[in-house]
């Protein structure tokens, strides 16, 4: 996925091995050793042909190899931390970070006892959506849907969530009597997802849109909601309060928790509501009805989300880097 990301960008694009270490099982812990160990040459090749200022990551392991090959080469690192709660790799990694920028304040007291500088940054996201380039009925009208009539977005993330898929599968045709639904699958269930939309009724599938993914026009998909439904990746703590959008938020169980955390520091802001992933077979339409029928606490979400962007977090995070860069120098 990061590949063909980096190609469509026209980034240059240099992979590692890595692999998770924070395990029990002997057999895998031995072998994610081994990548980890072999990402580290790779890393230290990458870093001797590139020379950087500075060294840029965003925690988790597959960072550990760029951080210590950056470390071996004197090039200053800074570490960014998207969510609420910082994960074990960017612990490990941070006593060897020159700076350390969290998205919310409240982040940076995991890292006092740290030498690193850290910064306050907010979530960068990308200007197209700072910029309102369009509004949400022309957004609305790029999908060929109805302009005027509320609009659901759900999605689970770069690669998909099925447990949403399933749930929304359920509850679909309850949805579309009464909105318009973009559904963006993932590559994975699109096969199934395409299978279920043939079974609706035609004047279903015309307020029903669905794709497998979306690059550039994510930009007028979040436009065009009133309302999304999608997993508390880091993503939503940016890119939602940029635009105002009121979501429902099903927390992925793993990942050491850091969904959850993320998506209750948006409900404690009444910023969104939380649909637990054990309880969407029973809890999601009531919750997604619930607020398409109250149009007056949709808009208090929507005003509490915006309440916490931070349009300039990108432009901040380049500033560090360049200060890095020079101190380098």
Same mark, same amino acid.
């Given at each position: 996925?990061?590949?063909?990301?980096?190609?469509?960008?026209?980034?240059?694009?240099?992979?590692?091995?890595?692999?998770?270490?924070?395990?029990?099982?002997?057999?895998?812990?031995?072998?994610?050793?081994?990548?980890?160990?072999?990402?580290?040459?790779?890393?230290?090749?990458?870093?001797?042909?590139?020379?950087?200022?500075?060294?840029?990551?965003?925690?988790?392991?597959?960072?550990?190899?760029?951080?210590?090959?950056?470390?071996?080469?004197?090039?200053?690192?800074?570490?960014? $931390?998207?969510?609420?709660?910082?994960?074990?790799?960017?612990?490990? %990694?941070?006593?060897?970070?020159?700076?350390?920028?969290?998205?919310?304040?409240?982040?940076?007291?995991?890292?006092?006892?740290?030498?690193?500088?850290?910064?306050?940054?907010?979530?960068?996201?990308?200007?197209?959506?700072?910029? *309102?380039?369009?509004?949400?009925?022309?957004?609305?009208?790029?999908?060929?849907?109805?302009?005027?009539?509320?609009?659901?977005?759900?999605?689970?993330?770069?690669?998909?969530?099925?447990?949403?898929?399933?749930?929304?599968?359920?509850?679909?045709?309850?949805?579309?009597?009464?909105?318009?639904?973009?559904?963006?699958?993932?590559?994975?269930?699109?096969?199934?997802?395409?299978?279920?939309?043939?079974?609706?009724?035609?004047?279903?599938? !015309?307020?029903? *849109?669905?794709?497998?993914?979306l690059h550039d026009e994510?930009?007028?998909?979040?436009?065009?909601?009133?309302?999304v439904v999608a997993r508390?990746?880091?993503?939503?703590?940016?890119?939602?309060?940029?635009?105002?959008?009121?979501?429902?938020?099903?927390?992925?169980?793993?990942?050491?928790?850091?969904? *959850?955390?993320?998506?209750?520091?948006?409900?404690?802001?009444?910023?969104?509501?939380?649909?637990?992933?054990?309880?969407?077979?029973?809890? $999601? $339409?009531?919750?997604?009805?619930?607020? !398409? *029928?109250?149009?007056?606490?949709?808009?208090?979400?929507?005003?509490?989300?915006?309440?916490?962007?931070?349009?300039?977090?990108?432009?901040?995070?380049?500033?560090? %880097?360049?200060?890095?860069?020079?101190?380098?120098?």
């Open positions: 996925m990061e590949a063909r990301l980096a190609r469509r960008a026209q980034l240059a694009f240099a992979p590692i091995q890595a692999g998770q270490i924070h395990i029990r099982n002997p057999i895998k812990l031995a072998r994610n050793a081994l990548r980890m160990a072999r990402g580290s040459r790779q890393a230290r090749r990458i870093l001797a042909d590139w020379r950087p200022d500075a060294v840029f990551v965003t925690g988790g392991y597959v960072c550990g190899p760029v951080v210590w090959a950056a470390r071996s080469q004197h090039a200053p690192v800074l570490i960014y $931390l998207p969510d609420i709660t910082p994960g074990m790799g960017v612990q490990r %990694l941070a006593s060897a970070a020159a700076a350390i920028a969290v998205s919310f304040p409240e982040v940076a007291r995991h890292f006092e006892a740290y030498p690193a500088q850290i910064y306050d940054v907010g979530y960068p996201v990308r200007p197209e959506l700072r910029r *309102r380039s369009m509004s949400r009925a022309e957004a609305r009208i790029a999908f060929q849907l109805d302009p005027h009539r509320f609009t659901l977005l759900t999605f689970g993330g770069s690669r998909g969530a099925r447990a949403i898929n399933q749930a929304l599968a359920h509850i679909l045709p309850r949805l579309l009597d009464e909105m318009q639904v973009i559904h963006i699958s993932g590559e994975l269930d699109f096969q199934q997802a395409q299978a279920r939309a043939a079974a609706l009724t035609p004047e279903q599938r !015309r307020d029903y *849109r669905l794709f497998p993914y994510m930009i007028p998909a979040l436009h065009a909601a009133d309302l508390a990746g880091a993503s939503t703590l940016g890119e939602f309060p940029a635009l105002g959008l009121p979501a429902i938020l099903v927390p992925l169980p793993i990942s050491g928790g850091h969904q *959850r955390h993320n998506a209750r520091y948006l409900a404690e802001r009444e910023a969104a509501v939380i649909v637990e992933n054990d309880a969407m077979a029973t809890d $999601l $339409l009531p919750a997604i009805l619930d607020l !398409r *029928r109250n149009p007056q606490r949709l808009a208090a979400m929507s005003q509490a989300s915006a309440a916490l962007a931070r349009p300039n977090a990108a432009q901040d995070i380049a500033r560090i %880097l360049f200060e890095l860069a020079k101190s380098h120098e």
